[in-house]
């Protein structure tokens, strides 16, 4: 016998989903039921839907008791509503989430918790080679990911190939060390769980995976692009010198979010509060990591 399943739960992120959610929910719950050992459960994290999503979600829910929902009438964003759900990591030993439309088929994501004993955040990667990509990004997707993965590594040397791959999995303890210092609130969200992990010298294991891309993408690129770019330098910032005299200029911030009409990030931490960088983080098993800066 291997090392027994941790307790899991699962977070959703879903903004106007009611047409992709629903299969994506029927096949996690059913292959959870059936394959996983440890206690198991889906919250669907839904946040100002125009839709009918949280009707539907309802409806799963009917049958499939492991599935909840939080809801909040904020446009918190993807980012706002992970930040939302992970305040739920007590609840369980290993906190992973998922995207609403099942790009990831729930066999990939459970392929990923398995390797958990190994690291304490494990994520999927659609450029290491082993991933299987059914269905690639397009050509203008992937194009304006290795733009952007290019100026992640040039700002946070983190050397991992795919970090906005929607599937990842953490230990219960490196979800409770950086939850506080989370505060991208858009789709730059996962750098900033990401580098806030590698600043606490948490491993993070980089894994191929198994992707399907879907039609319906609420990914606007030039806009999310913008977007994106303006977290990661305000990442970038807060974790560098000149933060403690940045601060004052939060209003000038919110409204550049404001006029990308996307959503606007927490507060930064008290540069006070910022806890230094652990001297080193040990290597990715799939690739060497040197520590963040
Ligand atoms: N709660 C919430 N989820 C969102 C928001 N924007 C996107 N999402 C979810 O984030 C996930 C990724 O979005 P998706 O459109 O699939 O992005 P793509 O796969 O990168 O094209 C999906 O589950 C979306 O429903 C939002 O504003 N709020
Ligand atoms: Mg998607």
């Known amino acids: 016998m ?9 977070l959703i992120p ?11 929910l029927r096949r996690y719950a059913e292959y959870f039921e059936q394959h996983y050992t440890a206690p198991f459960q889906i919250v669907v994290v839904l946040n100002g839907c125009r839709d009918n999503t949280r009707g539907v979600v309802e409806r799963v829910a009917r049958e499939h008791p492991c599935i909840r929902w939080l809801e909040f009438p904020d446009p918190i964003g993807k980012g706002g509503a992970l930040i939302e759900g992970l305040k739920l990591a007590g609840q369980a030993e290993a906190i992973g989430y998922v995207d609403a439309d ?15 004993p190994e690291a304490d955040c494990v994520i999927g990667s659609r450029w290491l080679p082993g991933a299987v990509l059914h269905i690639p990004q397009s050509s203008r997707r992937r194009f304006a990911s290795r733009v952007f993965h290019a100026i ?22 490196a979800v409770q060390k950086i939850h506080a210092n989370l505060t991208i ?19 993070i294991l980089e894994v ?20 994106m770019l303006l977290s990661v330098i305000r990442i970038r910032l807060i974790y560098s010198p000149f933060y403690r005299w940045l601060r004052p200029l939060r209003p000038v911030e919110a409204w550049l979010y404001k006029k990308l009409r996307a959503p606007v990030p927490l507060p930064g931490p008290d540069p006070d509060q910022i806890p230094p ?11 060497a990591s040197p520590p963040a800066r």
């Open 185 to 203: 609130a858009d789709m730059a969200f996962d750098i900033n769980l990401l580098y806030c992990l590698k600043r606490a010298g948490c491993r």
């Open 277 to 287: 960088a652990a001297r080193s983080s040990p290597p990715n098993r799939d690739g």
């Open 2 to 10: 291997g090392t027994p399943e941790p307790s899991l739960l699962l």
């Open 14 to 24: 879903a903004y106007n989903e009611e047409r992709r959610i629903e299969p994506v």
């Open 152 to 173: 992640v590594q040039l700002l946070f040397w983190m050397n991992i190939r795919d970090t906005q791959c929607g599937a990842k999995v953490m230990r219960r303890e």
């Open 102 to 116: 099942g790009a990831t088929p729930p066999a990939a994501f459970h392929a990923l918790v398995r390797r958990l």
């Open 208 to 227: 191929p995976t198994e992707w399907t891309d879907q039609l319906g993408s609420k990914v606007r690129l030039f806009r999310t692009s913008l977007t």
